[in-house]
Nanobody, 118 residues
Framework: QVQLVESGGGLAQPGGSLRLSCDSFVFTLSNYDMGWYRQAPGKECELVGSISRAGDSTAYIDSVKGRFTISRDNAENTVYLQMDSLKPEDTAVYYC???????????WGRGTQVTVST
């Protein structure tokens, strides 16, 4: 059963932008610190960034700092990932998940494919 629903992926050109959304009909996301993860072909799942329950604290891996922004709307039970200045190396399937709940990729939701290419 899909418990987290990621959407908003697609094809973008280098330097372009995409906004991903994460929703759930099962979990009350405001009860959790949330993370966005990604997994590229042949690579391990990695945590891209996280946001605290109240949305007042965020953290990112170095490779996306200044380009990606995580936000949340607890009233709408939604978490977002704004991706700007996209690079080809950002190409991956992106997943959202509750921090510390494993596995992080490919289990709680189907993910959304992001492809950055000319």
């Amino acid at each position: 059963q899909v418990q987290l629903v990621e959407s908003g992926g697609g094809l973008a050109q280098p330097g372009g932008s995409l906004r991903l959304s994460c929703d759930s009909f099962v979990f009350t996301l405001s009860n959790y610190d949330m993370g966005w993860y990604r997994q590229a072909p042949g690579k391990e799942c990695e945590l891209v960034g996280s946001i605290s329950r109240a949305g007042d604290s965020t953290a990112y891996i170095d490779s996306v700092k200044g380009r990606f922004t995580i936000s949340r709307d607890n009233a709408e039970n939604t978490v977002y990932l704004q991706m700007d200045s996209l690079k080809p190396e950002d190409t991956a399937v992106y997943y959202c998940n509750r921090i510390a709940f494993t596995p992080s990729c490919g289990f709680w939701g189907r993910g959304t494919q992001v492809t950055v290419s000319t």
